[in-house]
Every structure is written in C-alpha cells, then in structure tokens.
C-alpha cells in the first residue's frame, strides 16, 4: 500500500497591513499581513491544522511582528 502524507508550515498573504517604521532596518514601509499555521496532510488534503498565528511582516527586510 502507498501511503503520501506530509507536514509542515503553511503561510497565507490575508492583505495589506499598517504602515510602520521597521525597528530592524529603520525604513518605513506599508507592511504585509501574514497568517501562519502548521498543517498535517494525506494525500495533499489537509486534516489537521494548529499553532495559528497572524502577523505583520516588513517588505524590505522580512522582521515580523506579531499582530
């Protein structure tokens, strides 16, 4: 029997975020908003999903922060 499962982080672009001055690189920037959750799959469809999180995530440099 042949048997495809996976795990793994998962990221989806929900939108624009707020516009912010980054405390890493300094440069103000519209920023992007992420949510991220770890997924496990069996035969690429996904049964279970946890550790969800949204975030904010600076264009230039990639710092997140939580949001």
């Not at 519209?30 to 279970?48: C, E, G, I, N, S």
């Not at 999903?49 to 949001?67: N, P």
């Amino acid at each position: 029997m042949f048997l495809l499962f996976g795990f793994g982080t998962k990221r989806r672009h929900i939108g624009m975020g707020a516009t912010r001055t980054c405390p890493r690189c300094h440069n103000t920037t519209q920023w992007a908003r992420t949510k991220q959750f770890k997924q496990f799959t069996v035969f690429f469809v996904p049964l279970a999903r946890w550790k969800r999180e949204q975030f904010e995530q600076c264009g230039i440099c990639g710092t997140a922060v939580q949001g």
